[in-house]
C-alpha cells in the first residue's frame, strides 16, 4: 500500500519562519517567486534556509558548504533528503527582500499527523 504524500505548502511576505512538519523519510523541499497578480513570473527576492529541530524547541540550518557556513537559498530551488528521521523541519526566511516566496515541503516521508508553528 503506498502512503500518500502530505505537503507543508504556503507562502511568505516578509522575513519569518513557517509552520514546521514532522519528517520521517525522503522529501522534497521547493523554494520559488511567485508570479504577479497580471501573471508574470518573479525570482525568488530574499534569502531562506531550511531548519529542522529533533525538539521543536532549537532550530538549525539543514546543509553547509565546506566551510561550515549554513546553506541558504537565494534563487529557486529543490532540495531533497531526509537527514534526520524523526525530525521537525520548516522554512526561515532571514531576509526578505521583495515579492512574494512561495514554498513547499512533500513527500512519503513526511507525516500528516503533526504539524507545529
Known sequence: MAIAPFALT?????SGVTNSVLVYGPFV??????????GFPVALSG???????????????VGADGYGTP??????????GA??????YRFNCTVY???????????PGVFPGWVGS
Not at 504556503?10 to 516578509?14: M, T, V
Not at 523541499?29 to 497580471?38: D, K, R, Y
Not at 537527514?83 to 521537525?88: H, I, M, P, Q, R
Not at 521583495?98 to 512533500?106: D, E, K, P, R
Open 29 to 38: 523541499a521547493s523554494l520559488w517567486g511567485e508570479p504577479t497578480s497580471a
Open 83 to 88: 537527514e534526520c528521521k524523526g525530525a521537525l
Open 47 to 61: 534569502t531562506v534556509q531550511i531548519e529542522r529541530s529533533p525538539d521543536g524547541l532549537a532550530f538549525i540550518p
Open 71 to 80: 546553506a541558504a537559498y537565494t534563487s529557486g530551488t529543490s532540495v531533497g
Open 10 to 14: 504556503g507562502s511568505l511576505s516578509g
Open 97 to 107: 527582500t521583495s515579492g512574494t516566496i512561495g514554498y513547499s515541503l512533500v513527500g
